[in-house]
């Protein structure tokens, strides 16, 4: 059974640039939840969605940062005209969403850097 | 909101020793509680996890100890071995909040 799967694993953006980063769910699973991890720190919730819902944004930023789980396909976190100060790994987790409260189950990653 | 907070930042410790390491956090409606272990350029991997209606639970060489009246949480790490060198999270999440919040971590070095 496949993971949690992400990519890119590393991306490099120029300040002004957009970022997409992509994030399958495991099999059955149907609730996805976005952190970003700073250097040095823990892991920061963003948002949480289930499929074409957002359920909880609370952690993301106002502007320049959008996420989407589609009926079909990926769950998408888009950055637009990225900073230096977004350059984080964004970590994307999965859960079965049916049992309330457990384990989400973490992807490898996506890295951004922002030059 | 959930704080979540370690007691230490760095942690090392002799081959074969066993590891403790200890979170705090702050909501008393905190029902669920799960470490992490973070490898360099990884993602999180389970542990193991315990829910509020235990104290304690044992897994393959690791035990987490659960202290609601102080809102404690630790890891133990029995007979702690080279492999077992990574960055630790705690994670505590609340009824009707699906969401973890997780504290700061733990990097744990283990020494030859």
């Known amino acids: 059974n496949a993971g949690v799967m992400q990519n890119p694993r590393h991306l490099v953006r120029r300040r002004g640039q957009e970022a997409r980063l992509r994030c399958s769910p495991m099999?059955?699973?149907?609730?996805v939840y976005w952190y970003r991890q700073l250097p040095e720190e823990g892991l920061k919730f963003m948002v949480y969605?289930?499929?074409?819902?957002?359920?909880?944004e609370s952690g993301m930023p106002k502007e320049r940062f959008s996420a989407e789980f589609p009926k079909e396909g990926p769950s998408i976190l888009r950055i637009q005209q990225v900073v230096r100060g977004d350059s984080a790994a964004y970590f994307c987790?999965?859960?079965?969403?049916?049992?309330?409260?457990?384990?989400?189950?973490f992807g490898e990653g996506s890295r951004l850097t922002v030059l | 909101g959930e704080s979540v907070g370690l007691h230490l930042p760095t942690l090392s410790v002799q081959e074969g020793d066993n590891s403790i390491i200890n979170c705090a956090y702050s909501?008393?409606?905190?029902?669920?509680f799960i470490w992490y272990k973070q490898e360099s350029g990884k993602g999180p991997q389970f542990i193991i996890d315990?829910?509020?209606?235990?104290d304690k639970r044992q897994g393959q060489r690791v035990t987490v100890l659960l202290n609601k009246t102080v809102k404690h949480l630790s890891l133990q790490i029995a007979a702690t071995q080279p492999g077992d060198s990574a960055v630790y999270f705690c994670?505590?999440?609340?009824?009707?909040?699906?969401?973890?919040?997780f504290g700061a971590g733990t990097t744990v070095t283990v020494r030859a």
């Open positions: 987790a999965s859960s079965p969403g049916d049992s309330g409260t457990g384990e989400l189950f």
């Open positions: 994670a505590v999440s609340s009824q009707g909040d699906y969401k973890l919040s």
């Open positions: 099999k059955g699973h149907s609730h």
């Open positions: 909501n008393s409606a905190s029902d669920y």
């Open positions: 969605l289930q499929k074409e819902n957002i359920i909880d």
């Open positions: 315990i829910r509020s209606n235990m």
